[in-house]
Structure formats: C-alpha cells, structure tokens
C-alpha cells in the first residue's frame, strides 16, 4: 500500500485523523521512491582501535571498551609480526567478554604497485599471515590498502595485476580460513588509486569471492564522496567494515562538534541492512590527558548511538 | 512524525486501523531510514538522440518524437563542425513544439589524455565550439568525455591537468553563455580514466563551478557500478543527464527484455529529484526496418514511464 492509496482509504474515512502526521516520504505522492526494507536490519555495533584505548594491558582496554559502549575491537597495535606474536595474548583478554574481534589493522610488508615483483610478492605473504592471524582471533577480516603514494605501474595495469595476480592467493586463502580482505579506500592525500567506496565494491564484485570486501572511512569519505549515503548504498553486501572519526582533523568522533556528522551515512547503512562493526580510527587532540581520552571515547560511543537513531 | 511516533499514536487509538497497511519503509520500527524528500519532486523527461530517429529532415524525427512520447532531443549527428553548420536548421525545426534540446552529443578534437599540449589545447578549443552551438539552441548543455582509451599521461597527472588545464577556459565559457558541460564516465572497454559517476560527481565538486555535471550512463552503469541507486544518489545535483540503452546489448531500451530493468536507477533519480532527460543513446538490432524502429521507439518510451511509475 502506497500513499496514494492511504490517501484514498482516508478519503473513506479511515485514519484520516492521522493523515497530517504521517512522513513526508511515505508514498508517492510526495515524489519519493518505494523503498524496499532489508530482509534483517542494520544494527549498530560500535568499536574502536585497541591501542587508542588508555590502559597497560589489552585486559584493562577491553575492560573500558566493554564498559563504555562498545562491542567490537578493533585489533591494531604494530606489523604482521607483532601481530602473530601478540595473538594469544589478546584472545586471553577478550574471552568471556561482550565483545569481539571486528578486524585487523595491521601493515603488510611489499608494495602492489610496484614494477619489482618481489614488492609484490611481499603484499601476498605477509597479508596471508596476518589472514591467518585474524582465523585465529575469530575477526571477522583483514584490512587491506591496495596501493598508496608510492606508485610504479599505470593505473589499468595495477588494477588488472590487483585483480589477476595479487588477490586470487590471498582470497583462496582467506576462503580456507574463513575470514575476509577488506580494501579501505583512501583520501587523495594519501592515494590517487583507491580513493571511492563504489570503486572498492566494483573490485570486490570482480574479484568474485566470498572473502572479498570493501571499507567505508568516514574520514577518507568527507573528502572524496560526494555522498555519504550514495557511497554506503554502493558498497551494499560488500561493506564489511567502517571507520569512523571526526570530520575536520580527525580526532575521536565529537571533537569537531557539528561537523562531526554521520546521519546521512548511516542512513544509507540502515538501507542496506548493514552490521558490522562502525570503528574508530582517529587520533586525540594535542596533549589530552588519559582521564580525557576515557571521556572523549565514552562520548564518542554516545555520540554514533545517538545519530543512529536520528538516522 | 516518525513510525515509532506514530506507533505511540496508534496505541492511543488514534487511526489503529490503518496501522497494518502502512507501507513498510514507513518508519523506524522496519530499520528504514527517515528520508527527506527533494525540495521539487523529480520528473521523467524521455528524451532521445535525433539520428536515432527515422525520418529524412529534423522536422520528420521531431515530429516522431513529439507523436510518441518523447520530450526531450538530443543533439547529435556529426562532429562540432558539422553541429555548427547544421545548428540553425535545428533550431528552426523544433521551433512551436513540446520538444527541447537537452545535451549535445558530438565530439570534440583533441585528447586531454596526451603530453603533447596541442592534442589538450585542441580540447579546449573545440569543446568551446560545441558550448556556443548549443547555447544557439538553448540545450542545457554538452557531453564530453575526459579521455578514452589512449592515454598517455599518468592517470594523477591527467586528473591534475583535467581540472586546473583544461576545465578552467571551458567553464568560463560556458558559464558565460549559461550552459553545462557534463562529463560522462564510460566503461572500462572505453576508458579506465572516468568510469564511475559518483568520481564524475567528484571532479564536479572539485572544479567548482555552476557549470559543470555528470551523467549517468545506464549502459556504461551496468558494467562498472554495483548499484545504480547509490551512483545516482552519489551524483545528486550534479547530475545534469541520463543515458538509457538496452542492458545486454546496448540497443532501443526494451530488446533485451527482462534485462531491461531501470527501477533501481529511477529510484535515485526520484530520491535526488532529478528532472533532467532519461535519453536514448543505442543501436538497433540488425536489420531493423525503418516501421520497427518507430515501434521500438514507442515501445522505449512507455517502458520508462511505466518503469518510472513502479520505482
């Protein structure tokens, strides 16, 4: 039932009580689309890098990330050597917890867009390991930046060797271990190659694998889209993952008051039905003291609830 | 009002029994977002390019046009100097009818993509040529293409050039005689350079002027986006042009069948409020006679509408 024919079962004389009250983009007749709900809704889960988190041990930042709001950790901390060495160490502190491991931010070694393919053959290793680290950890994936500054090959080329030569080990791998590569696109300052959320998606999709997908940076985003919601709805099934962070300078989410503004984003979340983890990666402003970082987080946490809702 | 609001209503029974039929993107309680509706409700313009047309003179393909559905021409035929020749007998032919131009589709000399400046200059100059024609007859605006298959300048290099080289002279210009030049982002057997409309949107923003826009290509979409919804949500009011083909084949929209689903689209187009063309640039089948061609055209026009009208 559209609202064209709500507002002929008013006009018998059912709810028209109500008629005045009901959302502008209810219907037709307004102009706006019929848009289809997705088949489970999107849910909210919070998260955060580990290591912006005060405390000496993973057990005391988990203990101020469950406590505050959040139910996703977001493993960074050092390089995919770091990593393998500190697993066990973090799978102690997390169980029995409600909270999980969303994903791994963590630096492989090599460079794809390299013309030397033993930079490129270091890409395929060392985020194998750092896949396999993840398995162990029971995170959901692995993100992965397909190529920065440094950049030797065409464009075309590096997409099609991406494609053909660098993602088809790394996925069969994934596929085993039953975790997922998730490209982050970056802002132009820090790439000219995967700088879109679409862009990711349209690598994903033909990447064609389970254990493929892409990451939305509202960071990155506020420079590059020209939608927050347009992005997200792009990405659809292939969002695994967001980060999150105030929009000006990039500190915790709510340092730069209002234009620390992620409604039309998450608009386009709850669209495509999307649950993973919102996460942020960010920095403090100069000089906040510990005390102050629980209290930006706890904000922050507050903040993502807050503009979920009003989504 | 939000549904949730609304529920509360209805608990006080206010209107409970409508309550079921609402339809199910209607509030908070089914995981939609709230969407604004656009300050003017989008309109479908049908549009087509007129050497698509059957007929030995303007008048005859504009008489078509006007006869079957189609509101909106577009101007192609020859390159920006045969536009500049013909562009007075075009004008008089559309001359007391329903019909206007919309864009123009011609080519311009020149590749913005070389090293050699003369190629980037000749660019400019023609491209200058085609924005005086079509402001002769009053279309909003004209199509280019930022660069095709060769390409010889590093893809950061060519977009740098693109927006500080090439754009700035154009857009003077065309904003001088009030109209618009919009990129069209093809796909990836036709250019690897602009192939997503939401990095068209992007390079849009960026140039930053009242003149500039992009289009979406339906059958270029089909290949490169993930979701025709999000590209055109991504493009919003810098979308200034529609492109429709056939989905399979490129052809009359309508001869691939099934495959010739345009919803999705249409819904970003309501939601962004678009009311530019939804134009026809396409093939016919081989060997299709001059009456069948009529016929697919009709055909293509109430497809869109009844399309349009489901969306």
């Known amino acids: ?53 005060p405390g000496k041990s993973f057990a005391e930042r988990y203990d101020f990330l469950e406590a505050n709001g959040y139910d996703r950790v977001e493993i960074n901390g050092g390089n995919w050597e770091w990593l393998a060495k500190n697993a066990d160490a973090m799978a102690e502190a997390i169980k029995g917890r409600d909270l999980r491991f969303s994903v791994t931010c963590i630096s492989a070694r090599g460079n794809a867009g390299m013309a030397d393919p033993v930079e490129r053959r270091a890409v395929i290793d060392t985020t194998k390991s750092i896949l396999e680290s993840a398995a162990r950890l029971g995170a959901l994936g692995v993100i992965t930046v397909p190529a920065r500054k440094k950049i030797e090959l065409p464009f075309p080329e590096l997409r099609e060797r991406y494609l053909k030569e660098i993602l088809p080990e790394i996925l069969a791998h994934a596929e085993k271990l039953g975790v997922c590569l998730m490209m982050e696109p970056l802002n132009r300052n820090e790439t000219m190659f995967l700088r879109l959320v679409a862009d990711g998606a349209a690598i994903a999709r033909d990447a064609d694998s389970p254990a493929i997908g892409v990451l939305g940076d509202f960071w990155h985003m506020t420079t590059e889209e020209t939608s927050d919601m347009g992005a997200f709805i792009s990405a659809g099934k292939y969002l695994k993952h967001v980060h ?68």
């Open 244 to 311: 999150i962070a105030s929009r000006k300078t990039r500190k915790i989410p709510g340092v730069d008051g209002e234009a620390d503004n992620y409604i039309d984003g998450f608009k386009g979340l709850k669209l495509i039905g999307y649950r993973g983890a919102v996460s942020i990666e960010a920095g403090y402003p100069k000089g906040t003291s510990e005390g102050q970082k629980r209290k930006l987080l706890a904000q922050a946490a507050a903040l993502a609830r807050r503009q979920w809702e009003q989504a």
């Open 1 to 53: 039932m559209n609202r064209r024919s709500f507002l002929k079962c008013s006009a018998l004389g059912v709810g028209g009580s109500v008629l005045a009250a009901l959302p502008v983009r209810a219907g037709g007749a307004d102009g706006l689309p019929e848009l289809k709900a997705p088949e489970t809704p999107a849910e909210l889960h919070c998260g955060c890098q580990q290591m912006l988190v």
